[in-house]
C-alpha cells in the first residue's frame, strides 16, 4: 500500500510563495501519477496538478498553469508543488494523492490520498 505524507502549507500573502512536498513510500513509484488536489469550503474537489513519475510527464489545472510548478525527487520518492503568486481563491485544503494515470488524476480517480494541508492566502 502507498503511503502519502504532506508537508508544506499555512498562511501567506497574496502574491506570495509556498512549497509542498508529499513523501511516498510502500510501494514502487513508476506505476502512478501522483499530485496535489485542493478542497475549498463548499466546493468539490479540484484536481490541481500532478506528474508521472516513470517520465515525469506533467499535468496542471488552468487555474494554476504558470503559476504552480511540480516537480519530482527519485531518489526520496518525494513530489514538491512550488506555488507562486498565490491568490486567495487558492485557499484550500490541499491532498497529495495517487493515481494510475494523468487522465485518472484528472478525473479525481485517485488511490491513494493524505490527509492534506492547509494553504491559506490571506492578508
Known amino acids: 500500500q502507498l503511503q502519502l505524507v504532506e508537508s508544506g502549507g499555512g498562511l501567506v500573502q497574496p502574491g506570495g510563495y509556498q512549497r509542498l512536498s508529499c513523501a511516498a513510500s510502500g510501494v514502487p513509484l513508476d506505476y502512478y501519477a501522483i499530485g496535489w488536489f485542493r478542497q475549498a469550503p463548499g466546493k468539490g474537489r479540484e484536481a490541481v496538478s500532478c506528474i508521472r513519475f516513470s517520465d515525469g510527464n506533467t499535468y496542471y489545472a488552468d487555474s494554476v498553469k504558470g503559476r504552480f510548478n511540480i516537480s519530482r525527487d527519485n531518489v526520496k520518492n518525494t513530489v514538491y508543488l512550488q506555488m507562486n503568486s498565490l491568490k486567495p481563491e487558492d485557499t484550500a485544503v490541499y491532498y497529495c494523492?495517487?493515481?494510475?494515470?494523468?487522465?485518472?488524476?484528472?478525473?479525481?480517480?485517485?488511490?491513494?490520498w493524505g490527509q492534506g494541508t492547509q494553504v491559506t492566502v490571506s492578508s
Open positions: 494523492a495517487a493515481a494510475w494515470s494523468i487522465g485518472d488524476f484528472k478525473m479525481g480517480r485517485y488511490v491513494y
